[in-house]
C-alpha cells in the first residue's frame, strides 16, 4: 500500500523560508507525478507544484519565482522550498501522488494523499 507522509511545515514570519518534504513508502513506478497541494480554511484544495519521472515541474501563478518542488535521487522524498513567504501562504500543505505521469495541479488528477503539514506565516 502506498503511503505518503509529510513534514517539515511551522510557523515563519512573512519573508521567511520553510522546505516541506514528503516521504513516499510501498511505491515503485516508471510513470508518476507528485504534487503539493494547499488549502486554507473554507477554501478549495489548490494545486501547487508538481513533478513527474522526468523532473519536469509546473508551477501555479501564485507561488512562481518563490517555491520550487524537487524529489531526491531515490525518487522516493518530494521537497518544496518555499521563500519569501507571505502571509496568504498559510494553509494546510498535501502531498499527492498518481502512477500515470499527469502533470496537473487539479485535486482530482491524483489518487494518493498524505495527511499534511500546516504553515503559518505570521509576525
Known amino acids: 500500500q502506498v503511503q505518503l507522509v509529510e513534514s517539515g511545515g511551522g510557523l515563519v514570519q512573512p519573508g521567511g523560508s520553510l522546505r516541506l518534504s514528503c516521504v513516499a513508502s510501498?511505491?515503485?513506478?516508471?510513470?508518476?507525478?507528485m504534487a503539493w497541494f494547499r488549502q486554507r480554511p473554507g477554501k478549495e484544495r489548490e494545486g501547487v507544484a508538481t513533478?513527474?519521472?522526468?523532473?519536469?515541474?509546473v508551477y501555479a501563478d501564485s507561488v512562481k519565482g518563490r517555491f520550487t518542488t524537487s524529489q531526491d535521487s531515490t525518487r522516493n522524498i518530494l521537497f518544496l522550498q518555499m521563500n519569501s513567504l507571505k502571509p496568504e501562504d498559510s494553509a494546510m500543505y498535501y502531498c499527492?501522488?498518481?502512477?500515470?505521469?499527469?502533470?496537473?495541479?487539479?485535486?482530482?488528477?491524483?489518487?494518493?494523499w498524505g495527511q499534511g503539514t500546516l504553515v503559518t506565516v505570521s509576525s
Open positions: 513533478i513527474d519521472h522526468y523532473d519536469i515541474t
Open positions: 510501498g511505491f515503485s513506478a516508471s510513470r508518476y507525478a
Open positions: 499527492a501522488l498518481n502512477a500515470v505521469g499527469n502533470l496537473s495541479l487539479r485535486p482530482g488528477s491524483y489518487n494518493v
